[in-house]
């Protein structure tokens, strides 16, 4: 079945979890993105997309979120981008094995448009454009933007994908946090009319401040949007600092009773961001089916 008939008409998709988190866990350094380990460690990249394919996983993410040129200019892999873009897919997979989509995720740039920034609307469309394509060549089922709080960034995120694989679906995430808004001021229901308007395949919230407010927010979107196949992929509860280390407080158990009820909102997709662990995407998985 292909992704977007499962995504309209199949049984629920659980998503996999956090990426960054687990490679810490692993050894990966502290300001070391996660992409450098896509060639310098593939094992250990594949070892964690297994987990999650083990622990019930559908769909799961390429380990790609910092993957644009801009990013990962300051990991000194910017003329690389094709290439790790690339390789992030082959390993995810191989990975999944025929036993869950692959889903190529793009993140935000990390850097402001103007005019609050200094880089162009048209610069970010190429930038992400460069991105998608490396994925798109590389076989990824969908292009899966995520964790955006601009919405003249998703513009051109959504613009970039479209440029290089128009045929792929496309699906968009925004971040929202304790104030009911994304760091830049969007409430969700703009955000689900925006994206309505840009006829993306499916839409919702992921990372986020407390799964309390993912849930709102997801509300929110439906209510604006109803129909539109929802994603929610929140974090572990809410982040503390225990001993130089961050922890999230939101246990397997917290986040399926969670699931369900993203569920019972009209989520199509539901899986775990920051914090999460093939423990919580299990406990999801079997809360869901």
């Not at 910017?78 to 790790?84: G, K, L, N």
């Not at 970010?124 to 003249?152: H, N």
Request: proline share 5%; net charge negative; aromatic share 4%.
């Amino acid at each position: 079945m292909d992704f977007l008939t499962r995504l309209k008409d199949g049984p629920v998709l659980v998503a996999d979890g956090a990426m960054g988190t687990m490679l810490q866990a692993a050894g990966l350094p502290v300001g070391t993105p996660g992409e450098a380990w896509v060639l310098e460690r593939p094992e250990v990249v594949a070892d964690v997309h297994r987990a999650y394919v083990e622990a019930g996983a559908d769909l799961i993410l390429t380990c790609t979120f910092g993957g644009t040129r801009a990013r990962l200019s300051h990991a000194g892999l910017a003329d690389r981008v094709a290439e790790v873009n690339r390789r992030a897919v082959e390993i995810a997979r191989e990975a999944a094995a025929d036993r869950a989509y692959v889903a190529g995720d793009i993140g935000p740039l990390g850097e402001l448009l103007v005019p609050l920034g200094k880089r162009t609307y048209e610069e970010a469309v190429a930038l992400f454009a460069e991105q998608a394509a490396g994925l798109a060549e590389a076989g990824v089922d969908l292009l899966y933007i995520e964790t955006m709080s601009s919405l003249d960034e998703v513009r051109a995120a959504v613009e970039g994908a479209r440029r290089v694989a128009p045929d792929l679906p496309l699906t968009v995430t925004l971040s929202f946090d304790a104030k009911g808004r994304t760091n830049m001021g969007v409430r969700p229901e703009q955000a689900a009319q925006v994206l309505a308007e840009l006829r993306v395949d499916g839409f919702g919230a992921n990372c986020g401040a407390s799964l309390e407010m993912t849930e709102e927010a997801v509300c929110r979107m439906r209510e604006a949007a109803p129909g539109v196949p929802l994603i929610v992929k929140p974090n572990a509860g809410l982040p503390r600092m225990v001993e130089d280390e961050v922890l999230y407080d939101g246990t397997p158990e917290v986040m399926a009773e969670y699931a369900r009820r993203f569920v019972d909102l009209g989520a199509r997709v539901v899986g775990g961001c920051c914090g999460s662990t093939p423990a919580h995407i299990e406990a999801i998985a079997r809360a869901v089916r």
